[in-house]
């Protein structure tokens, strides 16, 4: 054999080695989750019906589950499988509901511990993971916003039962997440408007009803947002109308919102003359993974 033969032999087994190396390399480190093909929308639809009438389950801990149990191949999820793993998530303790912590839930499906270490690794996947990705990533208007609201709106979760995804889309819609001129000049998030009860500074403004009708009134004005926040739960509970359609009675964010349109909060309805203020405001809070900010503070404090 040439000297030539010889080192062209010794490239091809170099080469062969490297790509075995590679291959092993990426079986051992390559444990992300398979993002591409979550249906989001399945895994956030199944939470919402398990949760409705009872607490919100988080549907990223489902998907988590989802991609140990089916080895990331999710085309093997199928929903009767997916229901189940959700009421897992659901202590019924005669009538009375809690939610359960996902390591007991890892231990009732008898994960082993390198199991339960992907299902965690697989959460920090998701984290920025979503119906909307963007809206998600920290730094984006919507997150700043939502990071902004939080404290406040869990404090009025603890106090009135307004649950903090529907305050955050209550606050993000009536604002424009903020940015509106109602809420930069006069820090009023909801567009409450100042009725006889309201004794501080008054701001007249356009604003729009039902469809396309646009007319003048008078808005509160608060010295900052918290205010605006605080002024929010104490409006929906001393207004009588609330209360008689349950908005405080309801666990789920859309329950509560259907609630909130019930007892009259926005005139806004479509071309059709239909009423859309609780389509609007579950779209905010799935689009925005603000369920999940649910999921938090009902664990806590059920």
Not at 38 to 48: A, F, G, K, Q
Not at 57 to 81: E, G, H, P, Q
Not at 160 to 188: D, M, R
């Amino acid at each position: 054999m040439t000297k030539n033969n010889k080192k062209r032999k010794w490239i091809k087994y170099l080469i062969i080695i490297l790509v075995l190396l590679c291959s092993t390399r990426y079986f051992i480190f390559n444990n992300n989750i398979d993002k591409n093909k979550i249906n989001v929308r399945l895994y956030i639809n199944t939470s919402d019906e398990v949760s409705k009438g009872k607490l919100q389950v988080n549907w990223k801990y489902l998907a988590a589950i989802d991609a140990v149990r089916y080895k990331n191949d999710f085309t093997k999820v199928n929903s009767k499988d997916l229901k189940a793993l959700a009421n897992k998530f659901i202590i019924n303790d005669k009538g009375k509901y809690r939610l359960k912590d996902i390591d007991k839930v890892l231990d009732e499906l008898f994960l082993n511990e390198k199991d339960k270490k992907k299902v965690y690794s697989y959460l920090e996947d998701l984290k920025y993971i979503g119906l909307v990705s963007k809206n998600l990533k920290e730094g984006s208007v919507n997150r700043k916003f939502i990071n902004k609201l939080t404290p406040e709106a869990i404090k009025l979760y603890k106090k009135y039962k307004i649950l903090p995804s529907v305050t955050i889309a209550q606050a993000a819609l009536e604002s424009n997440w903020g940015k509106s001129k109602l809420a930069s000049k006069s820090n009023n998030l909801f567009g409450i408007k100042a009725d006889k009860s309201w004794t501080g500074k008054v701001v007249t403004m356009e604003t729009k009803e039902f469809y396309d009708k646009v007319i003048n009134d008078k808005f509160r004005v608060y010295e900052n947002v918290d205010k605006s926040l605080q002024d929010y739960g104490k409006f929906l509970i001393e207004n009588k109308r609330y209360k008689k359609y349950g908005v405080f009675l309801s666990n789920h964010y859309i329950e509560q919102a259907q609630a909130i349109e019930k007892s009259g909060y926005s005139t806004v309805e479509n071309k059709d003359g239909e009423k859309i203020y609780a389509k609007l405001l579950i779209d905010i809070i799935k689009e925005n993974d603000l369920q999940i900010i649910d999921n938090k503070v009902e664990a806590e404090y059920h």
